[in-house]
């Protein structure tokens, strides 16, 4: 006899097939109560409350238990069902599987879970199949509106990850009607938004998938006052230019199982669970804890600090913890080790947020340059998302205040030696003080660790145990050592450690743990052969955050088969840690007494002949990296990308440390080299960061020369983020250098540099100045590639005045002069430009062909800088020509690559004009969403002319939509601009090429 109960619609039951009479509304109620909380105990006041909720009749213990009564005479004919009383309440004794709720939850997890996605896709669809309608169905008390809020969120998950792996099977075709269904009931969900958008596209709906995104942008500026997310518009920009990743997988043959191309990215950052972990019951219950829901519908940010001394475990009890619970954070896991007791190398909470927004999708361009707004970014990343995140090794509340979420949805976790009082009193944070392991707890470590020795000499291990202070990190090394000399008895172990202890100067008489763990490091030390010794001390100089096999080899002098087998031997030892990949790092505490060792041990003549041979072996390798990139010469480009991926961070240590420790040449050669490679896609901020260390390392040896190149890319990339009146400082100060040193080429480039920042800035005048300058030093060098670009620059600033007839001057010699240079591209441009200042036809096909032949010259070359200014170009000319469908393509071509590339300053001239083009083609409304996230961008930067740009376009679409008052501030805006940068104001379907700076 079967039996079968429901709450995914009406409460129900049925006993072989047959339906069960379960009375009226109110005792249905108590059933479902029981239902969802299958073989649990509830209390009758919880039942009461739930069934009644605030309506409570003065009876209604007594009409409880009737109720309770009748259900059981009900459900009395279903095997292995019924109901009894048990401390103070009641419980329904049942297999949960028989309970549509607890069978749907269970579905899902396995499906999550499934080894392929065509078993998963199975899974999903038992599990959606067993809804029936609305949940509980009929019934309606505040505890049945608050679960049935949560189980129609659970239902849209559950039809969220569906939608993934069938898109991954490649049923997009089938999907696609449901997705549509689900779009216009969830209009401002994006995640579906991509899904739809994917479903489209692979349909050959190319068309309808760029509508689908420009529809949601509108209701999430509409409703929320937002942008789309990093997720929706990575996929936006991947349809538009029609990424080959983006194509189906045959339906019959199941797809790898990965993510969907379109997910956002799922972070998984957490290191390796520790081997052997031992003991830490209760702590790990109190974390536990962490996970019960508080009370309230919108709960507070969760901050769990670990606190305890220096090889305590901290670490190894949150990553145990960490990796028991990562399937509570279905959106990912973030961590970062922010080594803030290392005095030369700790992590800057600016640059851990540039690692988190790197793991959560955002491109190295768009991660801002200022910490406050890059931790609003991280912090908008976050909002809503189920996420952990792992804050290792912290120093001070300064250092992580800006690492914590702005929302309540993730939860994080914070080691440190430091009791730091301010995470408690201002942030809530529940401290976990971790103290040094009981003594049967580090017994039992070490028993895990060397065996049975351990039961053959207890009292031995104990003294052992003791003697390494009960703290983890000791007693691993001595385990380790121990192990190593299994023919020596533990009690003489436990002696000779003791008497090394008595020996040791670092052991102090007040028991200090630090001074107790730094003898045991010492005792195994002691016990290292002489290569193995040297390799440890001077592992711990590197300051990068591990180190390759290769490197290490560079260091310590050796052949890296040599550097590969000690490196083992110290890993066996527990003095260093496998990384993976080849790779090594090491415990805070074992570097610094590495250092320590090194400065008694080492001469500093042999330490800095180590650390100068790891450099060289950084700067070769990442020249001959680059050569492949870039050069000529062959060579796999992806392995020399990969190498430079991985080794990115120590070479930006590299170049911080040489900087501040005298390896200046190092810091300036290595910075240069990788400039094209960071300066190209890598990460902004890091580039930042070595082009400084790099004009610091230059000023500090007197290299003017150096310090101006420095200085030069520096500014690039100043202008690159928007910061204008940064590049432009910047670019003085290289201005003033080449000026003394006499070079009259590089003096005349950082004229045009700084001419063209100030054009940004709207400063014409200064602009232009700047650029006649250069002019005569291109002139007095014959220099004709420089002077064709000079004067293009003068004309675009005359044609901004107002002057066209004088930018046609400057235009037709610069155009002359490209020819005779055989540079077609350029030549093309100067053509769009003269044929927008005259308005023939027949120069306006003539610019469009030699824009095509651009185009083509410049994707062979993988030149993407210059395949957006070319798109850019064209799409006015085909503006011009009346093809605006063919013209707002081309821009939002243009758009995917200025982002892609973080050069924000024309992204907003692309935005405007494309706001143009909209609304001269009559969508007033998409109109005015791309002029809105051009005045938002032109603002951030500083660039007026495209702010007034912008208003002037909101302005045009709200007075074509009928909105004439809404219209009147941004026309009156706009006025004021243009009037102060004193410059015509923009005619309709203005369409500036890109403006100087290219």
């Not at 409880?64 to 059981?72: A, E, F, N």
């Not at 509106?145 to 990850?161: K, M």
């Not at 300036?668 to 400039?675: D, H, K, R, V, W």
Request: with cysteine.
């Amino acid at each position: 006899m079967a039996a079968e109960f429901g709450v995914l619609g009406g409460v129900e039951a049925r006993i072989d097939d047959r339906p069960v009479d379960l009375g009226h509304a109110r005792q249905r109620s108590v059933l479902g109560v029981l239902l969802v909380e299958a073989g649990r105990p509830v209390l009758a006041d919880q039942l009461i409350d739930r069934v009644w909720g605030d309506d409570v009749p003065q009876r209604a213990a007594g009409s409880l238990y009737s109720y309770l009564s009748r259900l059981r005479g009900a459900v009395a004919g279903a095997p292995g069902v019924g109901i009894k009383r048990e401390a103070g309440g009641y419980l329904l004794t049942i297999d949960p599987q028989a309970v549509d709720l607890h069978r749907f939850r269970r579905l899902v997890t396995l499906a999550r879970a499934a080894e392929s996605d065509q078993a998963a896709a199975d899974l999903y669809a038992q599990a959606l199949g067993l809804w029936r309608g609305e949940p509980f169905a009929g019934l309606d008390t505040p505890w049945v509106a608050s679960l049935r809020h949560t189980l129609v969120g659970e239902r849209f998950a559950a039809e969220l990850d569906r939608n993934d792996v069938l898109l991954r099977l490649g049923r997009h075709g089938e999907l696609l009607p449901v997705l549509s269904a689900a779009v216009a009931e969830h209009p401002l969900d994006e995640r579906l938004a991509e899904q739809s958008m994917l479903a489209l596209y692979r349909c050959g709906r190319q068309a309808d998938a760029d509508e689908q995104y420009r529809r949601i942008r509108r209701c999430l500026a509409d409703e929320l006052g937002s942008d789309p997310g990093a997720g929706l518009r990575r996929l936006h920009e991947r349809i538009l230019v029609a990424d080959p990743s983006l194509a189906a997988p045959v339906s019959d043959a199941p797809a790898p199982d990965v993510a969907p191309a379109a997910a956002a990215p799922v972070p998984a950052q957490l290191p390796a669970d520790v081997r052997a972990f031992t003991g830490r019951t209760e702590e790990l219950t109190a974390l536990d804890r962490l996970l019960s829901p508080p009370d309230g519908d919108e709960p507070p940010l969760t901050v769990a600090l670990v606190s305890g001394t220096a090889g305590v475990g901290k670490s190894a009890l949150t990553l145990r913890w960490a990796h028991r619970v990562r399937d509570a954070f279905p959106d990912g896991q973030l961590y970062v080790n922010l080594r803030g007791y290392d005095a030369e190398q700790p992590v800057a909470a600016g640059d851990a947020l540039a690692g988190f927004l790197t793991a959560l999708g955002v491109r190295g361009a768009d991660i801002p340059p200022e910490i406050d707004e890059r931790a609003g970014r991280y912090r908008s990343a976050l909002a809503g998302r189920r996420m952990l995140v792992v804050l290792d090794n912290a120093s001070s509340v300064e250092q992580v205040r800006p690492l914590l979420p702005g929302t309540g949805s993730s939860l994080v976790l914070i080691t440190s030696r430091d009791a730091l009082p301010g995470m408690v009193a201002v942030h809530g944070a529940e401290r976990l003080n971790l103290d040094l392991l009981p003594l049967p707890d580090a017994v039992r470590l070490l028993r895990r660790l060397i065996g049975a020795r351990v039961d053959r000499e207890p009292a031995a291990a104990a003294d052992l145990a003791a003697a390494c202070a009960r703290l983890p990190l000791a007693l691993r090394i001595a385990a380790e050592l121990a192990a190593d000399r299994t023919d020596v008895p533990l009690a003489d172990l436990v002696a000779e450690l003791a008497d090394h202890q008595q020996r040791l100067d670092l052991l102090d008489a007040g028991g200090d743990p630090h001074a107790e763990v730094r003898a045991v490091f010492s005792w195994s030390y002691q016990n290292l052969p002489a290569d193995a010794a040297r390799a440890f001390r001077l592992l711990g100089l590197h300051p990068g955050v591990n180190v390759h096999v290769d490197a290490a080899a560079a260091l310590t002098g050796m052949r890296p088969a040599d550097a590969r087998r000690l490196l083992g031997l110290l890993a066996r030892t527990s003095l260093i840690h496998a990384c993976g990949g080849g790779r090594y790092g090491m415990h805070d505490l074992l570097r610094a007494y590495a250092a320590e060792l090194a400065a008694e041990h080492d001469p500093a003549p042999d330490r800095q002949a180590a650390l100068t041979s790891v450099f060289d072996h950084y700067l070769a390798a990442s020249g001959a990296a680059m050569t492949v990139l870039y050069g000529p010469g062959g060579g796999d480009p992806d392995r020399a990308r990969n190498w430079i991926e991985a080794e990115r961070p120590n070479l930006a240590a590299v170049c911080t440390y040489g900087a501040a420790h005298g390896w200046h040449r190092h810091a300036i050669a290595l910075a240069e080299t990788l400039f094209r490679y960071l300066d190209a896609g890598g990460p902004v901020a890091e580039a930042v960061t070595v082009t400084s260390s790099a004009a610091a390392a230059a000023e500090a040896v007197g290299d003017r020369d150096a310090q101006a190149r420095a200085l030069t890319n520096l500014g690039r990339l100043h202008r690159r983020q928007g910061r204008l009146d940064r590049a432009a400082d910047t670019y003085r100060q290289a201005l003033t250098l080449y000026a003394g040193l006499g070079n009259r080429a590089a003096e005349a480039g950082a004229l045009r540099n700084l001419g063209s920042v100030h054009w940004r800035l709207g400063h014409y005048r200064q602009a232009a100045d700047h650029y006649q300058q250069a002019l005569t030093l291109y002139r007095e060098l014959g220099d004709r590639a420089g002077q064709a670009d000079a004067l293009v620059r003068l004309g675009l600033v005359d044609e901004r005045l107002g002057d066209e007839p004088r930018a046609a001057e400057r235009l037709e010699p610069a155009l002359t002069l490209f020819a005779e240079l055989g540079d077609r591209f350029s030549e093309a441009y100067v053509l769009s430009l003269l044929a927008r200042l005259r308005r023939r036809p027949d120069e306006l096909d003539t610019s469009a062909a030699r824009l095509d032949q651009s185009l083509t010259q410049v994707r062979q070359a993988g030149d993407r800088t210059g395949e957006a200014y070319v798109l850019t170009d064209l799409a006015a000319v085909h503006a011009r020509r009346g093809r605006l469908t063919e013209a707002a393509g081309l821009l939002r071509r243009a758009l995917v690559l200025h982002r892609r590339i973080g050069d924000r300053a024309s992204e907003a001239e692309a935005l405007n004009d494309l706001g143009q083009v909209l609304r001269a083609a009559g969508d007033a409304a998409d109109a005015r969403v791309e002029h809105g996230e051009a005045l938002t961008l032109a603002g951030e930067i500083g660039d007026r002319y495209e702010q007034a740009r912008a208003h002037d376009g909101i302005a045009a679409a709200l007075e074509t939509t009928g909105d004439p008052a809404a219209a009147r501030p941004h026309r009156d805006q706009a006025a004021r601009l243009f009037t102060d940068l004193a410059v015509p104001a923009a005619p309709a379907l203005h369409l500036p090429v890109a403006a100087p700076g290219r």
